[in-house]
C-alpha cells in the first residue's frame, strides 16, 4: 500500500484548507489516520475513519474544527481543517493501519504500518 499526501499550503489564522491522502496498492479497508508533527515536538493524533464503517475519531486539539472524510470511488481521504490556528502549523502525514485496530489505539502512530511522505502546513499572519 502506498499513500501520497497532499494540499498543505501557508494560510492565514481563520482560513481553511484541505489535505488529500490518495490510499493505492491494496483494497479499501483497514484504517486511515491523519497524524501532524510540529518543530520540536512529538507526531500528534489528529484524526482517523474506518474504511468500511465511516467510523471516525478525532484529536482533542482538533475536534469542531476538522473534518475527515474518505471517497471509496477515488480512494482519497480527506481532511478538511477550518479555522486554523497557528498552533495547528506542522507537517502532516496520512497513515494506514489494520481494520482490526481498536479504538483505543487508533490515537497511537505505533499501530499504524504504512505512512505517506507529508504535507506542510503553515499558520501565520
Known amino acids: 500500500v502506498q499513500l501520497q499526501a497532499s494540499g498543505g499550503g501557508l494560510v492565514q489564522p481563520g482560513d481553511s484548507l484541505r489535505l488529500s491522502c490518495a490510499v493505492s496498492?491494496?483494497?479499501?479497508?483497514?484504517?486511515v489516520g491523519w497524524f501532524r508533527q510540529a518543530p520540536g515536538k512529538e507526531r500528534e493524533f489528529v484524526a482517523a475513519?474506518?474504511?468500511?464503517?465511516?467510523?471516525?475519531s478525532y484529536g482533542d486539539s482538533v475536534r469542531g474544527r476538522f473534518t475527515v472524510s474518505r471517497d471509496g470511488a477515488t480512494n482519497t481521504v480527506y481532511l478538511q481543517m477550518n479555522s486554523l490556528k497557528p498552533e495547528d502549523t506542522a507537517v502532516y502525514y496520512c497513515?494506514?493501519?489494520?481494520?482490526?485496530?481498536?479504538?483505543?489505539?487508533?490515537?497511537?502512530?505505533?499501530?499504524?504500518?504504512?505512512w505517506g511522505q507529508g504535507t506542510l502546513v503553515t499558520v501565520s499572519s
Open positions: 497513515a494506514s493501519g489494520a481494520a482490526s485496530m481498536i479504538v483505543s489505539s487508533l490515537p497511537s502512530s505505533r499501530h499504524y504500518d504504512t
Open positions: 496498492g491494496r483494497s479499501s479497508s483497514g484504517v
Open positions: 475513519i474506518r474504511w468500511r464503517s465511516h467510523a471516525i
